[in-house]
């Protein structure tokens, strides 16, 4: 209850008036549950109110409304419209006394009280002289609350003035506009409980039967000829004499409609009923027959104060978590892998956008994975920045420059990376391969994976699956019952996919292991809950880091020409043997094969023979095996002996048997080789066909240049410059405490200059102040986080200097919110045209009278408020 309700003043009759009367918390607690109000910043109380209110933005609370939250809420609906008759408005009062809902709901006292508080602190309902009340465009949204028809007056107003005559009439009321409308008169008359009953009574038990199948909703039937004309005096079937008395209403051609009142009575003190056997009764019905359900809302079934129970399998936490664990280190590993190979062989873009079928089949045997895992890697990895689209005509997919960043940090922060940017995201790389509306198969990284509410579900999944016990599995069913009672509105076809996606893309990430949610995966639902961002040493790196495999900076080498590394390598090292050897296969242990290619490969990166052997002695546990040490210095012996030039190309080697074996070898035809000397042949291909064509035949060459000096060229190392993927539309973020401070404080500030009276405060007499810029910044920051007035000089867009005296509310995005007491009205400053900032004293003119800026106190009958 407000300050002047206590007082025994005037209470607020007005939405707008109840949250001007709310306190600085309660707007607090408004805008951390619906962030949507201040984004951005309104002007003042009134704007807020409107927000508030408008459909979009209810529609936006209400689908995130549990089961029980609704089933409370269409009781104040159904209970607080204005246009009901008879005791169901007491004393004349609009509103719901949210002392009698636990016995109309047969809820406990506790479970309801807590939910009005919650639709009171997220302005869904709001408080007018002690009853409850709702905002008056749900009574547009939720059209059946409770599965109860209009109320009688507005069912009347609908019909015609004949047809609500002959209600009158039957009724024994007199008719005219003498007393009121006929059909006001008639709602307050249907209305009581002492002349309802006899009605339904008289119109026989048959007729009660149908009102009976209505009563618990949905209120409209189906009957042929529903607007027929009839009265008392000439109805002969249960249908025309409920339509003749008006208890039930015609409201189209086929349809005839329960009213309100009615209902409430037939239901006898109880909003709703544990049973939900009657909906099997929902059938069309004959001209005379009882009218069925039409399909729309539902019934109006009594809904559980709390969530179903989470069912599965049992599993020891430390198993779960080592599951989970060691599947985020390979998500990490994976997506490592999967934009090192398109770095050096790139996919192309399709017209679309997208990633082509088989660049992705091909992704996938390199990865040892399947396609849609690797479509979950490659959208993670796009999400997260890593991965973009060159700008070409002809672009291609490569990792971006924030890759080399990400690379080089420690794993669990890497993870935590791919898994907040997928947490965030709105595409949903599980529904890549499927077909959209026109047919047309989606492809990984293109269009049509766009999903809004991508982003709500998996918070919803990850919150279910945080529910259950630790190392519980909860089943798909016991998952989807919870779901249905965290989110009644959202149910539905789509939902269901977005669901199983959800918990598909979790499972490959590492957020969940067996089933069970990791305690990385709470960590990091928490943190990205509280803030909308990652810290950058976050809990989810801190709880998943001492899980992960050690990094190993040694391997071992075997005399078969292997090594075989018993962890994750450090990544330099690990870059360096996958230069000099091939990765034979993966699992608990990496084992990489030296081969003549994989040597001569890294010789032609510009390493040594000593340099390479020098390396696998450091970081070898055992010995370097002989074979290798003469595989290595084999190769470097051959490695440059036979060199191309350019004639249109030559070869060279000073071996001239070399030469001799070549230009006699038939393979060598299509080369055209013609011998210039011992030690020198020309061919009439240009030098890179030769050196591909060489390589093919076995006779591997590398480039000279025209000094005779050996061309070395390491592997290319491409990147995209473009910027990180938007994250589409979405939900407004999580506001922080100081941002919805703040923005407490701008609201205050524009309603108390929208409605107090203004006194404009002269600036100081002299020159605007100048600072530094970063001065500038870091004293508006001080100010507005303290509720201090500070003296700014402005340049405005036309080159105008002036002076302001403001009260900071918020610095952001290049713009400075503040109450310009100056002008007595809440501006925005671009912050590069401020010239200077300086503190002045706070005290006030002392012909003002009062404070009418945005700080300091506010006079009047109300609460005193300070440091807004």
Not at 440 to 452: A, P, S
Not at 586 to 599: K, L, M, N
Request: charged residues 25%; glycine residues 10%.
């Amino acid at each position: 209850m407000s300050e002047n309700e206590r007082r025994g003043g005037g209470r607020p009759h007005t939405f707008t008036a109840w949250l001007r009367d709310r306190p600085d918390s309660g707007l607090d607690a408004l805008f951390a549950a619906r962030p949507d109000l201040i984004t951005p910043v309104p002007a003042d109380i009134g704007a807020l109110a409107a927000r508030a209110v408008a459909k979009p933005a209810v529609l936006r609370v209400l689908d995130r409304l549990d089961r029980f939250g609704l089933h409370v809420l269409e009781a104040l609906v159904a209970l607080g419209d204005d246009r009901l008759s008879g005791p169901w408005r007491a004393g004349g009062d609009t509103g719901t006394d949210p002392d009698a809902l636990p016995d109309l709901l047969e809820a406990p006292a506790e479970a309801v009280r807590d939910t009005v508080g919650h639709l009171l602190a997220t302005a869904l309902v709001w408080s007018d002289g002690g009853r409850v009340r709702p905002v008056a465009v749900l009574r547009t949204i939720l059209t059946t609350p409770l599965g109860l028809g209009p109320p009688l007056a507005a069912l009347l107003d609908e019909l015609p003035a004949e047809g609500v005559e002959r209600v009158t009439a039957a009724l024994g009321l007199p008719g005219g506009y003498g007393a009121g409308g006929p059909a006001e008169r008639a709602a307050d008359a249907l209305a009581r409980p002492d002349r309802l009953e006899p009605l339904i009574a008289a119109a026989g038990a048959d007729a009660r039967g149908v009102l009976e199948r209505l009563a618990w909703g949905p209120p409209h039937g189906s009957v042929n000829g529903a607007a027929r004309q009839v009265d008392v005096a000439s109805a002969v079937s249960p249908i025309d004499r409920l339509l003749a008395r008006g208890l039930l209403i015609a409201t189209g051609p086929d349809t005839v409609t329960l009213p309100r009142e009615v209902a409430l009575h037939l239901r006898r003190g109880r909003l709703a009923r544990r049973s939900a056997a009657h909906a099997d009764s929902a059938t069309n019905s004959t001209p005379d027959s009882a009218p069925g359900a039409a399909a729309g809302p539902g019934t109006a079934v009594a809904a559980a104060p709390g969530p179903p129970p989470l069912t599965g399998p049992q599993h020891t936490p430390r198993l779960a978590l080592r599951a989970a664990a060691g599947q985020a280190f390979t998500a990490v590993r994976s997506v490592e892998e999967l934009l090192e190979l398109w770095g050096a062989d790139p996919p192309a873009v399709l017209r679309n956008g997208g990633l082509g079928v088989r660049e992705l089949r091909i992704a996938a045997r390199a990865l040892d994975s399947d396609e849609a895992t690797t479509a979950v890697l490659a959208e993670t990895a796009y999400a997260a920045g890593l991965l973009a689209a060159d700008g070409d005509v002809d672009g291609e997919w490569l990792p971006s420059t924030g890759y080399d960043l990400w690379r080089a940090a420690e794993p669990a922060a890497r993870w935590a990376a791919l898994a907040a940017a997928w947490l965030r995201g709105s595409r949903v790389p599980s529904l890549s391969g499927s077909k959209d509306a026109r047919g047309r198969t989606r492809n990984v990284l293109g269009e049509g994976l766009e999903r809004r509410s991508a982003r709500e579900v998996r918070v919803d999944v990850l919150d279910a699956l945080a529910a259950a016990p630790e190392g519980c599995a909860p089943t798909a069913e016991s998952v989807a019952e919870r779901l249905a009672w965290l989110r009644p509105r959202r149910q539905g076809p789509a939902y269901t996919e977005l669901v199983a996606a959800a918990t598909n893309e979790a499972a490959v990430l590492g957020l969940t292991g067996r089933g069970a949610l990791s305690p990385h995966g709470r960590a990091l639902l928490a943190e990205l809950r509280e803030g909308g961002t990652l810290a950058e040493a976050s809990a989810a790196e801190a709880s998943l880091a001492p899980e992960l495999p050690e990094q190993l900076d040694h391997f071992l080498v075997q005399g078969d020409l292997t090594a075989v590394a018993p962890g994750p390598l450090v990544p330099a090292l690990a870059r360096e043997l996958a230069l000099a050897a091939d990765v034979e296969s993966t699992g608990g242990a990496t084992v990489y094969r030296f081969s003549d290619a994989s040597v001569r490969r890294a010789l032609d990166s510009g390493r040594g023979a000593a340099e390479l052997t020098e390396l696998l002695e450091r970081h070898s546990t055992t010995p370097l095996p002989q074979p290798l040490r003469y595989l290595i210095s084999d190769v470097a012996r051959r490695h440059g002996r036979l060199r191309v030039g350019t004639a249109s190309s030559y070869l060279r080697c000073d071996d001239p048997s070399v030469l001799a074996e070549l230009a006699g070898d038939r393979r060598t035809a299509d080369l055209a080789l013609v011998r210039l000397a011992p030690t020198v042949l020309a061919s009439r291909t240009a030098r890179p066909v030769l050196l591909a064509r060489l390589a093919e035949l076995g006779y591997p060459a590398v480039p000279e240049s025209v000094d005779g000096s050996v061309q070395l060229s390491r592997p290319e190392v491409r990147r995209s410059d473009a910027g990180t993927v938007a994250a589409g539309a979405a939900e407004p973020p999580q506001p922080g405490p100081a941002e919805r401070a703040a923005s407490v404080r701008a609201v205050r500030a524009g309603d108390e200059a929208a409605n107090a009276e203004r006194h404009p405060i002269d600036p100081p007499g002299s020159d605007p102040p100048r600072s530094a810029a970063s001065h500038t910044l870091t004293v508006l920051s001080a100010a507005a986080s303290q509720g201090r007035r500070v003296w700014i000089g402005y340049q405005d867009a036309d080159g105008r200097a002036s002076s302001r005296i403001v009260d900071p509310a918020r610095v952001e995005g290049g713009f400075l919110t503040a109450y310009d007491a100056t002008r007595a009205a809440v501006s925005r400053f671009a912050v590069h045209r401020i010239t200077g900032v300086a503190d002045i004293a706070a005290a006030e003119p002392a012909e003002s009278g009062q404070r009418s800026g945005a700080a300091g106190s506010r006079t009047g009958p109300g609460p005193t408020r300070q440091g807004v």
